[in-house]
Nanobody, 116 residues
C-alpha cells in the first residue's frame, strides 16, 4: 500500500538544527494531512506537528517557535525543520499520512539524538 520513507535524523548538539524529510508514494498525497510524531525514551508517542492538505499547521506546545512543518506536493514530501534543539527533543520521529482515521499510514521512524 502507501509507503513513507523518512530521512534526516542523526546526532546533533543542543542548540543545533536538523531537517527531517518524509517522501510518500502514491498519487493522492495532496489530499492527506501529514504529520510528525515522536517517541522519546520511556515515553508515549506524541504529536509534534501536522499540516493539512491546504497548508494549515498545528504544533505541540513544546516545539512552537522552534519547529516548522512544511510540504511540497509536487515532490510528495513533508519536512520538519527543527531549530534550537534541546536534549528533551531526543526521540524516534515518525512520519504520518492521514486521510481519515481509518486511512492512515506510518513511516519506519528516524532517530534524533540531541546531546553534547
Amino acid at each position: 500500500q502507501a509507503q513513507l520513507v523518512e530521512s534526516g535524523g542523526g546526532l546533533v548538539q543542543p542548540g543545533g538544527s536538523l531537517r527531517l524529510s518524509c517522501a510518500a508514494s502514491g498519487s493522492m498525497f495532496s489530499i492527506y494531512t501529514m504529520g510528525w510524531y515522536r517517541q522519546g525514551p520511556g515515553k508515549q508517542r506524541e504529536l509534534v506537528a501536522t499540516i493539512t492538505s491546504t497548508g494549515g499547521t498545528n504544533y505541540e506546545d513544546s516545539v512552537k517557535g522552534r519547529f516548522t512543518i512544511s510540504r511540497d506536493n509536487a515532490k510528495n514530501t513533508v519536512y520538519l525543520k527543527m531549530n534550537s534543539l534541546k536534549p528533551e527533543d531526543t526521540a524516534v520521529y515518525y512520519c504520518n499520512a492521514r486521510r481519515t482515521w481509518e486511512d492512515m499510514y506510518w513511516g519506519q521512524g528516524t532517530q534524533v539524538v540531541v546531546s553534547s
